[in-house]
């Protein structure tokens, strides 16, 4: 595996592999790795000639400057994990490679997801997303990129902003990997105390309980009920909705869910101080 600080020189050694008729898969990282990620790269390998992955935390995608220093590094260990998954090759940029001193960050049109849940409670969020894996996909010729359900409305973002720009790129969704309490691996996970936790996995527990009252109709009280639960054991919750699974809207007291598919339960909430996100589909 070798460790690229210049995209030029790893975009490159990406296109003598795609002239050799090897396809390339790319996984973008904020490093802190875990077993989601490990996931990603492991379907990458099976869909991929060669597998390239970015660890890059991207400051533009961040509204809260707090939130960005506490983002937990661990690059020694990260570079194992890689070098032990059979990953090819890790690009790992300087702030200053992605956003050069004249670099003015575009508007991308990402449409409702960006008005509703994380496009609401984080400001800017979505165009810092967009933003990164723009200049990421311009600079490196991959072929498919692999990004988490857990993180829902951004991979809606990733597919808009790729047909939007024209990059020849398949997004490739993953299921969410989840500890097993059920709680959804995140790099944030490591900053919680073995007693936050447990209170952490409720979130999952909560989706699970809300999934089986849940009928043919909606009903609000049983979002209503579980974030009381939630907040009676000292979570602090930013919002627990169901919505639609394309649209993002909210259901509505009385809407029909007989089409299961189509509708996700998303939640985010603090625990010890730490945001937590997560999502579930209603289908059983
Ligand atoms: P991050 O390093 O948090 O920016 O995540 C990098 C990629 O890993 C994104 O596509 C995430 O959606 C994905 N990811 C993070 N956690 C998980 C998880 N628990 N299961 C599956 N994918 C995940």
Redesign the pocket.
């Known amino acids: 595996m070798i460790a690229y600080p210049s995209g030029q020189k790893l975009s490159k050694q990406i296109a003598a592999w795609r002239e050799r008729g090897e396809s390339v898969g790319f996984?973008?990282?904020?490093?802190?790795l875990?077993k989601?990620?490990a996931?990603?790269c492991s379907m990458a390998k099976a869909q991929a000639d060669r597998v390239v992955v970015s660890i890059f935390v991207n400051p533009t995608q961040f509204h809260d400057s707090q939130d960005l220093e506490k983002y937990p590094r661990t690059i020694d260990q990260d570079l194992a994990t890689l070098s032990a998954l059979g990953v090819d090759a890790v690009y790992l940029p300087e702030v200053r490679e992605i956003y050069p001193a004249d670099y003015k960050q575009p508007v991308y049109a990402l449409g409702p997801l960006e008005k509703v849940m994380e496009g609401v409670h984080r400001p800017g969020h979505f165009q810092g997303v967009a933003a990164v894996l723009d200049r990421f996909f311009q600079l490196l010729p991959v072929n498919m990129a692999?990004?988490?359900?857990?993180?829902f409305q951004?991979l809606e973002a990733v597919h808009r902003l790729v047909a939007m720009k024209g990059h020849e790129i398949s997004v490739v969704g993953?299921?969410?990997?989840?500890e097993e309490c059920g709680l959804?691996?995140?790099?944030r996970n490591m900053r919680l105390s073995a007693a936050g936790r447990e209170t952490a996995c409720s979130i999952y527990k909560g989706f699970i309980e809300i999934k089986k009252a849940t009928a043919e109709v909606f009903e609000p009280d049983h979002l209503e009920q579980t974030k009381k639960n939630w907040e009676a054991l000292g979570m602090e919750v930013e919002y627990l909705e169901l919505a639609h699974a394309t649209t993002f809207e909210s259901a509505r007291q009385g809407d029909s869910l007989a089409l299961r598919n189509s509708w996700r339960l998303f939640a985010a909430a603090h625990v010890e101080g730490v945001r937590l996100i997560d999502n579930l589909a209603l289908k059983s």
């Open positions: 996984v973008p990282t904020m490093g802190a875990h989601g990620h996931t990603l692999f990004f988490g359900e857990k993180d951004q993953c299921p969410t990997i989840r959804a691996m995140s790099s």
